[in-house]
């Protein structure tokens, strides 16, 4: 009697040992999978910001620069070429995609995906609630396909209302040039503080694979 309970006891006890180190193995497993997949996302993620900061900060040095010596047409071909050629040089060397964004765009090229409007209108929301956050980020599944989406709000500063404020704060030479090129233009009626648009990036991530 006594012979076989420690018979049991033991069978017991390696079990426990067995499950033990099953989930150990398990946990590890998992854990170095997390592992590469942060790591696929910290890494566009990176590139993400790293492009995002570079668009924003680069237009609004020029800009500055060019309504310092009271050039119009300077500064708007700054907020228009310059940005362009930026978004186009990184979407042609890393195969990606950024692109600025607005529920009020001026340049029809700027309208929302479904995705990028759903979050400018609750970029509006957070900006009212004083919550907003300098970027937002996830990983979204499409067909089977993992990326990264990012987007970094672009808010209204006061040299902005040059050519994105109330009318009556747009010279006259501005509202002609913008009326010309761009004759459906939404982009006006800007407050300060206001959120613009947004720098949109979307970086398809490597396939999982733990390394
Ligand atoms: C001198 C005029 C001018 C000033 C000042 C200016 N912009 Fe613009 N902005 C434009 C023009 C023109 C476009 C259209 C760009 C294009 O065709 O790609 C534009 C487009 C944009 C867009 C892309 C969405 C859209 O409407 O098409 C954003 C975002 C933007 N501006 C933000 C800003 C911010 C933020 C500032 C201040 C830091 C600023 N702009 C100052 C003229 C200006």
Redesign the pocket.
């Known amino acids: 009697m006594r012979i076989e309970s420690t018979c049991r006891l033991k069978f017991m006890m390696a079990c426990a040992f067995l499950i033990a180190v099953c989930f150990g193995a398990a946990a590890k497993y998992t854990a170095a999978r997390q592992k590469a997949n942060d790591t696929r996302t910290e890494k566009a993620l990176l590139d993400a910001r790293k492009v995002s900061t570079e668009l924003t900060n680069k ?2 040095e020029l ?1 500055l620069k060019e ?1 310092e010596k009271g050039s ?1 047409e300077g ?2 071909s700054v ?2 070429n310059v ?2 050629d930026i978004t186009r040089q990184f979407n042609e060397k890393s195969g990606h995609y950024v692109r ?3 529920l ?4 029809p ?2 309208s929302p995906d479904e995705y990028e409007r759903h979050k400018l209108e609750s970029f509006d929301r957070l900006s009212r609630e004083k919550k907003l956050e300098s970027e937002y980020y996830e990983v979204v599944s499409e067909q089977g396909r993992e990326y990264l989406r990012y987007l970094k709000p ?4 006061k ?2 209302l ?3 404020g109330q009318p009556d704060e747009i010279p006259i030479g ?1 509202q002609r040039i ?1 009326q010309e ?2 004759p459906n233009d939404h ?1 006006t009626g800007y407050r300060e503080g206001d959120v ?2 947004a720098v949109s990036v979307k970086i398809a991530l490597p396939s999982k694979t733990a390394k």
């Open positions: 237009v609004r800009l309504l119009y500064a708007i907020c228009a940005a362009q600025r964004v607005s009020g765009y001026r340049n090229n700027d672009v808010i209204a500063g040299m902005c040059n050519c994105h501005v913008i090129t761009y982009a613009r648009g």
